[in-house]
Nanobody, 129 residues
Framework: QVQLVESGGGLVQAGDSLTLSCAAS????????MGWFRQAPGKEREFVAA????????YYSVPMNGRCTISRDNAKNTVYLQMDSLKPEDTAVYSC??????????????????????WGQGTQVTVSS
């Protein structure tokens, strides 16, 4: 079965950079869209970024646009999320997820959690001021 395992979270200071990794296994991800979401305490899950496994095309949320870069390594079945200029309001549990088809051209679907069939357990990112 499909498994997604995130890593790279931690405690950083405002202005720092952090790169999260999501290692995927148990499936063939060609044709899928991989996404990163985050959830802060008391808030709904929020879309951060997504990438097409096939084309490498990307899509970013407005709050993170310009401050993060999503990329993939096909050989390692791993997706990365590099975040720069982190702010305290970026504090959240960050989770990766995969759909079972490439939805990147449909922006609403790409940013909607219910589009994604498989989720990792999440990694905590805490940004201190």
């Amino acid at each position: 079965q499909v498994q997604l395992v995130e890593s790279g979270g931690g405690l950083v200071q405002a202005g720092d950079s952090l790169t999260l990794s999501c290692a995927a296994s148990g499936g063939t991800f060609t044709g899928y869209t991989m996404g990163w979401f985050r959830q802060a305490p008391g808030k709904e899950r929020e879309f951060v970024a997504a990438i097409s496994w096939n084309t490498g095309g990307t899509y970013y949320s407005v709050p993170m646009n310009g401050r993060c870069t999503i990329s993939r390594d096909n050989a390692k079945n791993t997706v990365y999320l590099q975040m720069d200029s982190l702010k305290p309001e970026d504090t959240a549990v960050y989770s990766c997820a995969t759909s079972t088809r490439d939805v990147l051209k449909w922006r609403v679907a790409t940013s909607t959690p219910s589009t994604y069939s498989y989720w990792g357990q999440g990694t905590q990112v805490t940004v201190s001021s």
